[in-house]
């Protein structure tokens, strides 16, 4: 299984700031997910991250509300701009593992208030 | 666009009753499987996975599935529950074998158990 680290585990930001989320893992892969679990919801997908190229990202995210970055096989960043309230979610960074195991692995959580 | 309907939002039993949280999935070709648990305050865990072979799966804690492909179905089951199954139950979908396809969640079952 793979190991993530995801920092900071939780903040509390000012409106109209911007956070930036970090994922290590500890084994190169290709492709990293960032996800959303608003308060009492599912986890909704806002993005693919595949090192070398730009996310895709899925309906209703874009990238300039959340950036993201890939600089290399073990490393992404999600920011979160210009916050507002309605961004207090816990952010997930994901992986799948290789051939023949594809379940998800996800990092601790980064738990955001917007206040 | 592939999709997961859990249909049981809030879900109330008594210790020792049977379980079963439905999971409906729309996606044509192959799929892999997934059930996740998340216990109060903590992480998304894996409960169980479904790729291939056998449509009843085992997962942990006496957890198990039934994938039925003619009704697209994945629904988890429990004999008699206790109260530490109470948590937010969450099926997942992802379409072929490719660790590169997104998992996508349904909306999550909450499990109460009355001791």
């Known amino acids: 299984s793979a190991v993530i680290s995801q920092k900071p585990s939780r903040d509390i930001c000012q409106r109209g700031t911007s956070l930036t989320i970090q994922c290590q893992v500890d084994?190169?892969?290709?492709?990293m997910f960032w996800y959303r679990q608003q308060p009492g919801q599912s986890l909704t997908l806002i993005a693919t991250?595949?090192?070398?190229?730009?996310?895709?990202?899925e309906s209703g995210f874009v990238i300039d509300k959340f950036p993201i970055s890939r600089p290399n096989l073990t490393f992404s960043t999600l920011t979160v701009s210009n916050m507002s309230p309605e961004d207090s979610s816990i952010y997930l960074c994901?992986?799948?593992?290789?051939?023949?195991?594809?379940?998800?692995?996800f990092g601790q959580g980064t738990r955001l208030t917007v206040v | 666009a592939q999709s997961v309907s859990q249909h049981n939002h809030h879900v109330i039993l008594s210790e020792a009753a049977s379980l079963e949280l439905g999971c409906n999935y729309s996606y044509g070709g192959t799929v892999n499987l997934f059930w996740y648990v998340q216990y109060p305050g903590q992480h998304l865990q894996l409960l169980l996975k479904y790729f291939s072979g056998d449509p009843l799966v085992k997962g942990i804690k006496g957890f198990e599935a039934e994938f039925i492909k003619s009704k697209f179905s994945f629904n988890l089951r429990k004999p008699s529950v206790q109260w530490s199954d109470t948590a937010e139950y969450f099926c997942a979908v992802t379409p072929g074998y490719s660790s590169a396809s997104k998992i996508i969640f349904g909306s999550g079952t909450r499990l109460s158990i009355r001791p």
């Open positions: 084994s190169q892969v290709t492709m």
């Open positions: 991250a595949n090192q070398g190229s730009e996310a895709t990202y």
């Open positions: 994901s992986l799948r593992g290789g051939a023949g195991n594809t379940e998800a692995f």
